[in-house]
């Protein structure tokens, strides 16, 4: 069974830097895509940056120039860099994986991040 952890999220200062991890444990097979999403309560959960397995990535444009994500296949690990947080950048941030070969996608936790003006 494949289980994700996410981890790093905090109380921030509006100016300020966060950088989330999520390693993925379990019975491993080739992890494909990686991603970090978000969800404020009342709305639908929004892609915030993605990478496939080769490196490419994709950000949502409200955080384009200030977060960064990458991973580190060794470690079966994603992350994210975030630089320059805002007040609207608060809510729960969720990792996502997907497996080669395998329908269907695996969540973490969720981690919550909370900026501060």
């Known amino acids: 069974q494949v289980q994700l952890v996410a981890s790093g999220g905090c109380l921030v200062q509006a100016g300020g830097t966060l950088r989330l991890s999520c390693a993925v444990s379990?019975?491993?097979?080739?992890?494909?895509?990686m991603g970090w999403y978000r969800q404020a309560p009342g709305k639908q959960r929004e892609l915030v940056a993605a990478?496939?397995?080769?490196?490419?990535?994709n950000y949502a444009d409200s955080v384009k120039g200030r977060f960064t994500i990458s991973r580190d296949n060794a470690k079966n690990t994603v992350y994210l860099q975030m630089n320059s947080l805002k007040p609207e950048d608060t809510t729960v941030y969720y990792c996502?994986?997907?497996?080669?070969?395998?329908?269907?996608?695996?969540w973490g936790q969720g981690t919550q991040v909370t900026v501060s003006s």
């Open positions: 990478i496939t397995r080769g490196g490419n990535t």
């Open positions: 379990g019975s491993i097979f080739n992890i494909n895509n």
């Open positions: 996502r994986a997907d497996f080669v070969g395998i329908p269907g996608v695996s």
